[in-house]
């Protein structure tokens, strides 16, 4: 359509040629302070609480299955094919689903369980965030459709902030064609700014740190 | 100015409850984000501003370098990347879509760029049903209005309001709690999702580098319109574009915080193309629509152009005392507050808006609080002077009006600057001397000053808001 029109305004607007080199942009601002694993998971687990998360920090995989164990508790979930679920034993957990790879099974599984669980991929301590990216392992939908998501997070993967997970992933796009960052639980407040959670997404959150 | 606006500005002064509503919702966002970019929360807040202008201005200087390169990249990446010149482009392109398709259910997530070009009513006029997802923006299309905040688009709304407009629309009890008619919108819409063709929706930032289009917000309504459905389409300004993913480190941190105070929104989508093998959701085909709509009228000139800077974040109307009086709805385009008032008539040019950069008191606050640092007052002064010329050509006419009115109006209703003497309605002038020595400084300036001091005032509404505001 009016690609090359467009393209036109704006260079003839700007005073450029076609294919004018352009000079070096701003250099990067990225800021990476040394921060603790113990002062990290200590700040993730804050502000998740802040934000009405909830948080629980276990020693061992296999008190993390026991754990997800326990929020379970005859309700029903789907697990993402993340190979960290299979390993703490959660994935076989009775009442779970797992190992779905078809989307149309996917779709139907993830409206009407209780509880999707994931892992992570990162969690960035400064603002209670899990970093998602979409992957075999790692559904989009899992993290979305159920009213509740449980993540299931080693804390190896605990960065700090932004700044660091850029610093670590500074092309997010070649891993993936999705990553999503998800700071608490789903929320609007649309109605007199009455805060209300759940509106879409998850209404609660629980992350468990292992380790 | 019509008429129209003449009069929605009036009935919003008058009515009590608006009043509160707007003054209530602006005031407990505009503290959050003091709170939220304080020294104790965000000890580098003026680098981080510093920062997210310079690659403003370094992209928007070298736009055309940079929408290449996300075209680039997008199809590398499988995607593709149409430029549409205005309204009517866009909705051809997705109405032939549909049709291609097969398509009849559109769900879109909060989008103002889609709001300039009246999307929705375009596709439904074809026979697609287009919803929109996001609470407040579903809100306002089952009332049949438009956003009346870039942040809180149903801000004028109340409870009452809404509980009304869902029982008639969709038929369900009159149900008055906030969490109750959140969860009635969750379970409608989640029927649409779960069916709906394509997804429609905006893009806070197109990162050059990746082909990615970034996706900010609170509800999960914008995942699901672009995960959910098998065709996404993101359309969005074409100056949204940022060099490098690495830049989304600054935003993202600038962004919620100045909108809602909160240190991170709930969701940020980085999303890159079409799913890809082996991934098992997300949308086959993937869409960018780069939208000119206007914009490409505020490049040529330097210091205007620094407009396209904006990140839609909202801080700049919840400051402003102007807006706080007369609302969203007294704008004639679909952005209102400061930064409406400095795009809306380049946009449209300054002829056909000329009122506009006159509403302002030129306070300076909406400045102070811009994210991304866009010198508002600088640019208001800018446009008064382009208005000024061209009015000299054409005479006195409606322009004086408005403007005058606007501020006759804010004037009136002083509580907000807490200026010293009170001008009311019992302040009515004698002679051009009083008035323009009763108005306060910011008032004095320029074109306004001449223009006041040959000016009658315009009869004063009856009630000051502080007189309205006690007797509730
Ligand atoms: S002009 Fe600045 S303060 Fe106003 S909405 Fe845009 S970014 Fe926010």
Known sequence: ?211 | MSVEFDQKIHTTLEDANLQLAIYTATGRLKQKRVEAVAADSLPDYQELRTQANAIKKHAIENLDHYLEEFERNVEARGGKVIYCKDATEVSDFVLDLAKERGSKLIVKSKSMTTEEVDLNERLEHHGLESVETDLGEYILQLAHEKPYHIVAPALHKTRYDVAEIFTRELHVPNETEPEKITLTARAVLREKFLHADIGISGANFLVADSGAVTIIENEGNARLTTTAPKIHIAIAGIEKVIPRAQDLAVFLKLLARSATGQNLSVYASFLSGPRRPGEIDGPEEFYVVLLDNGRTKLLPDRSKRQSLYCIRCGACLNTCPVYRKIGGHSFPWVYSGPIGAIITPQFMGVSHEPGLPFASSLCGACGEVCPVKIDIPKVLLDLRSDVKKSEAREGLNRLELFAFRIFAWVMTHPQAYEIGGKIAASLAPSGEGKWISSVPAFMRIGPLKAWLSVRDLPPSPPKSFRELWRRR
Do not use: W
């Open chain 1, 1 to 211: 359509m009016s690609r090359d029109n467009i393209l036109h305004k704006v260079r003839t607007a700007l005073g450029r040629s076609p294919s004018q080199a352009v000079a070096p942009p701003p250099p990067v601002r990225l800021r990476v302070p040394e921060v603790s694993m113990e002062d990290r998971i200590a700040s993730m687990m804050s502000h998740l609480n802040e934000l009405n998360g909830k948080t629980m920090r276990v020693p061992t995989m296999d008190a993390a299955r026991e754990f997800a164990a326990g929020i379970l508790a005859g309700k029903t979930a789907l697990a993402s094919n993340s190979p960290y679920l299979a390993e703490c034993g959660i994935s076989t957990l009775p009442g779970v689903a797992t190992g779905i790879t078809d989307l149309g099974e996917l779709r139907q599984a993830a409206a009407t369980v209780d509880i999707g669980i994931t892992s992570a991929d990162y969690a960035l301590s400064d603002t209670g965030t899990l970093v998602m990216l979409s992957s075999p392992a790692e559904a989009r939908l899992i993290s979305l459709l159920p009213f509740h998501h449980l993540a299931i997070v080693p804390r190896e993967r605990i960065l700090t902030s932004l700044d660091e997970l850029f610093t670590v992933l500074p092309h997010p796009a070649e891993q993936s064609s999705s990553m999503v960052l998800i700071t608490g639980p789903s929320r609007t407040a649309d109605i007199e700014l009455v805060l209300v959670r759940g509106v879409h997404g998850p209404g609660f959150i629980t992350v468990v740190i292992v380790g």
